[in-house]
């Protein structure tokens, strides 16, 4: 009687390059089964430190490719993690400031100088 192996999967590696886009090795290695956002999310979550801003990718890391069972985890642990951050706040309208002309500078009143006072007659 043979007993059933146990067949072990071995945990696969990427090597990522510059130029590289998360949506390209997410639709390489997901599973049938998984649609290539949430691929992505999972990607993400398995390998915290080699993306920055989201989806770029990290000049030259290693990436950790998960087992199908555990692309399914890391899927619903992103699930859970984006449902549970609390959503982001209502933007506040811009406000336009509107920029009325100048209005002219008061000039004052064209008047006339006053006399001079009269000089002492000269007698």
Do not use: C
Not at 46 to 67: K, Q
Not at 95 to 104: R, T
């Amino acid at each position: 009687m043979k007993k059933p192996s146990k067949t072990a999967v071995t945990p696969r590696r990427h090597r990522a390059y510059a130029g590289e886009k998360l949506a390209d090795i997410a639709a390489r290695y997901r599973p049938h089964n998984m649609s290539q956002q949430t691929a992505m999310r999972a990607l993400v979550m398995a390998n915290p430190r080699a993306f920055r801003h989201g989806t770029t990718v990290r000049r030259s890391v290693t990436l950790y490719i998960p087992t199908e069972a555990q692309w399914h985890a890391y899927a619903q642990r992103a699930a859970a993690t984006r449902q549970a951050a609390p959503a982001p706040a209502p933007r506040k309208p811009a406000v336009q400031h509107s920029v009325a002309p100048a209005a002219p500078k008061a000039q004052a009143p064209a008047v006339a100088p006053p006399p001079p006072p009269p000089s002492p007659a000269a007698g």
